[in-house]
């Protein structure tokens, strides 16, 4: 899932009166006058961030499988089977800090 700017801006400032147009962060419209100075660098590195978390939790997404299959698999292989495979797949997309 794309992490827009949008909500950079609001983890940054979680009341600020804002609207992007297209995505271009040059065309940003401040309502309340941007009262936290947020620079576009900041914008960006918050984006970098909250993208770099998002792609650890969609890949794990992606490797965890459907609930449906992981109870499947712990029926036919057991809890101890099925938590070393998640603990596998945490250690491959570990979260960072």
Known sequence: MKIYILKAILKLNPTAQVSVSGEDINQI???DGNPTNIT???ILAKQAELQAIEDVYENRRKEYGKIVNQLDEIYHNGLDS???RIANIKQKYPKGN
């Open 82 to 84: 099925w938590k070393a």
């Open 40 to 42: 576009n660098q900041q």
């Open 29 to 31: 419209e401040w309502y």
